[in-house]
């Protein structure tokens, strides 16, 4: 892995333009429909690159998601913290450590959204958060898991991934499951981000 630093975690703020203002049917509340949108980058260590396609180092993959928030819980609540700490959990983030700075940041572009003035006469305030971290599976436990499936050449004819419906065509090559089942390496480490069974027979990874 030498060379390969772990990339510095982003978080940017902004207001979204085109946003179309709905009509509030509850007069008096505020809201901040709060769009996210997370890239998760993870490094592919050595072992595990060797599925990758060709040298791949690092691979994403983006989530996105709207919150809809009463603003009071955002800009006079105690627990305003706690509310986007519990965003940025549900998109995967966790919000300790390195991450904190991504509550703080969201908190205070909140603040300036509801006083600006432009924004003066809007029942629901459009804010968008992109963030770019490294995604939590980079631990040693699961490559371990990604490094122990079986590298496979393809010969005599080829094959279909299950994952992606395409082919692995002869000469390829394909990550073998201890089920058997045979699937490009890249689909396959995508697919272990979210579950450890064979997407064919479920059979579960040790
Ligand atoms: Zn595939
Ligand atoms: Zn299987």
Redo the contacts with the bound molecule.
Sequence with gaps: MEGDELPEPVCETFQIQDFYQPRMVSEGFRFYHLEVEVEFVYLLPDLASRFAAQGIIHTSKREKRAFLINAGALLHDPRAKHVVRDVLGEMGVSSDGDHEFMVEKILSHAIAMASDERNRDLKVLPMGVSISCVDPHNDEEWWLMVEGLEKVVISGKPTD?A??T?EIGVGSKGARMPCSHV??GD?IVDWLEDSTECPSCMAKLP
């Design positions: 991934c994952i992606c395409g699937y490009h689909c």
